[in-house]
């Protein structure tokens, strides 16, 4: 297999290799692009038998199980999605070249303003194999170099994977680059590598995330962390409730946008909370909660202050007891990791005060936190999403792979 | 005078209030905001002698001369101009509130895009006085409390002139925050501040701006360094090259926009260069050059390797010969801070590649790269030009101080 004589490429190789390889992306045609996608998905199924092999070996080698198994095996199914994946890339409209805005100065200097690709992309991220191809194929529709460094349990797929990818003829050398040590010294020369690197962004849990926050000195977006709330009103729907909580709560409790707090008015409180924390322990969710919720219902621990600001990932919830709207959004930004937070009401004042006045990313009326993922808004694909205020916030894909350039088109001036 | 009340707060005590003061700013409207400029202005006309008493003190206590007493000195005058600055912004349009897409998804989900204040910025600059009043201003008009630490050259300056912005009747508590200690430590707290401080933005040379890089855990806007290139193609006008030259050197050579480096296609050199040569020596600029260029001219210094990458600051150049437009590319993107470049050529086809290939926040044909500013590209202010990547890129303002969000409004969907 092609893509393997990198191996034995320092890291500042493979940095400048990308580093060249983005400026020869930059310039490919949409069309190009397209067609070197296509070919990235057809490569990876007639590849399935090493891929799958290479894969084997990491699940054996890793001794894993549940849902961490899960999250690095891979099946004929899965590679298919991941070919298939990359054929909704490649059918995604090209963010590049796309001119913002164009305008003459009075001293008749035209100024355009152009999207251009970032250049080179660092990721770094856990034990998911799928990252490297969803993260490659996203950096290369939007005409930037990928540098990728994955976590070692999934090494030998990441290898397979990005090998495959980067092997397809005319995919310029260095256009997808795979750091195989497994040292944190790589990931260190990775996320300070100025003037090499462009952007990194993590992808995982918060151990990595503040990790390279820290240590890095290129600029990062910062993805994922979510402390996701859900405030339900006095005025609430209580059986709209009841299914939102639940969905949010425990239809895939280890992503980013799972509930993790509920709010509860205490108008409504000693009506809502039996019938919801009985919901909730039916499906398996561990209870938590304040003095009010633990004297109104059975099986709920007390909460300590811990859990207000902890993201559980898993089946716990905990819920408080709040006397306003005003408490219920001062809390939430308070503890909130600005990611997703919904109140469920029918008074359409709270409503419009909570989706003004709460300071996360993407803010509910009536609907499950789940909704806030790249795919579900309707963007084609997701890179992730962005818990920062800079560059991009929410989810997260090709144009916010993008910057902009400013051309200027004159004919002598100068300035006075 | 009010304000001077923070002076014994910590650092953290001034961050957490100015956290509190940027969700009161954030709901203000269009109409208070500007309202409160206006009196901003006003008072700082109106305290115009305390104002200077402070400023006077400063230059006592500095003991500076020439470029650098410059910087710090105020007048009546520049006062008058801060405060006509701030009448200017007030007139510009709110960025935030706008809606910057709305879709419905099959779902029934309502998804709108809206433009939100970042929260808390803050600000580490030099001995400028006038960016006191300038970012605080255009951190205001755009929704955002201000942390603002400035040098200690300036630090009774700043402290009467943000104090005067601070103490308007109406301007909330904590908007404009000063940090008047003069230890690392205190710019430490701030660049690390994560969780209270959205984003900072290092203004001043190169050695702070990597001080602030390097050391930040709460993402940067990298503001600045400018080693700014022209090239001369062979089709060139050489009149129009040469006003252009010594415009873009020598019209204000300690900016960042400022030409630094000269590239001269050979099949010109030996006509082009004497010429530019002579104009630039009696306009008082120190050449340097590559072998050919000293041969070429009297009174050229031999340039070193150091000196392509050099922003000088001053009246000095460096020229070296190149034998292509794609040698030029190459030198460019080899050697520049990425901040802005020019071509000068008659050569449209020569002139489309070079805006393509180089990889600057604004690459120019046919003009001074001292275009590079605010002012000039008719955004009214400037709070510096961005040479990173993300967030925003070249010349920003209000625009580039604001966040977005997503609002959703369902009727009870959850995820299948």
Chains 1, 2 share one sequence.
């Not at 799958?52 to 999250?71: P, T």
């Not at 820290?214 to 996701?228: D, F, L, M, S």
């Not at 999403?385 to 090709?398: D, E, I, N, Y």
């Amino acid at each position: 297999m092609a893509g393997t004589a990198t191996v034995t490429s320092s890291t500042r190789e493979k940095l400048e290799r990308a580093r060249n390889a983005a400026r020869t992306l930059a310039q490919l045609s949409t069309d190009q692009k397209n067609h070197l996608l296509l070919e990235m998905a057809d490569a990876l199924e007639a590849h399935m038998p090493e891929i799958l092999r290479a894969n084997e070996a990491d699940v054996k080698h890793a001794n894993l199980s549940g849902a961490l198994l899960d999250r690095l095996l891979l099946t004929p199914e899965r590679v298919r999605e991941m070919a298939k994946a990359i054929r909704d890339v490649a059918a995604l409209p090209d963010p590049v070249g796309e001119v913002l805005e164009a305008w003459t100065r009075p001293n008749g200097l035209n100024i355009r303003k152009i999207r251009v690709p970032l250049g080179l992309v660092g990721i770094v991220y856990e034990s998911r194999p799928n990252v490297t191809v969803d993260a490659a194929v996203l950096a290369f529709k939007s005409g930037n170099a990928v540098v990728l460094r994955g976590g070692k349990e999934a090494a030998r797929s990441n290898h397979a994977l990005a090998g495959v990818l980067a092997a397809v003829p005319g995919v310029p050398s260095g256009a997808i680059e795979l750091l195989e040590s497994s040292t944190r010294e790589t990931v260190q020369e990775l996320i300070t590598a100025r003037g090499l690197v462009d952007v990194v962004i993590p992808r995982g849990g918060l151990e990595l995330i503040s990790h390279v926050i820290e240590h890095a000195t290129v600029p990062v977006i910062e993805t994922g962390a979510g402390n996701c709330h859900i405030f339900v009103d006095e005025s609430a729907d209580l059986d709209m409730a009841s299914r939102i909580v639940l969905n949010a709560k425990t239809q895939r409790p280890s992503v980013c946008n799972a509930a993790e707090k509920l709010l509860v008015h205490a108008a409504i409180a000693s009506e809502f909370i039996p019938i919801i924390v009985r919901e909730l322990t039916v499906a398996g969710v561990e209870v938590r909660g304040d003095a009010a919720t633990v004297r109104l219902a059975t099986d709920v621990k007390p909460a300590t202050e811990q859990d207000w600001g902890e993201e559980y990932l898993r089946l716990c919830i905990a819920i408080r007891v709040v006397f306003s709207l005003d408490e219920a959004i001062e809390h939430i930004n308070h503890y909130s990791t600005k990611h997703s937070e919904a109140i469920i009401t029918a008074n359409e004042d709270h409503a419009r005060k909570f989706l003004r006045l709460i300071d996360s990313a993407a803010v509910y009326w009536n609907a499950s936190t789940r909704f806030t993922d790249g795919g579900e808004f309707g963007f084609g694909a997701e890179m992730g999403v962005s818990t920062q205020k800079l560059h991009c916030r929410g989810p997260f894909a090709l144009r916010e792979l993008t910057s902009t350039k400013y051309e200027i088109i004159g004919n002598g001036q100068v300035r006075g």
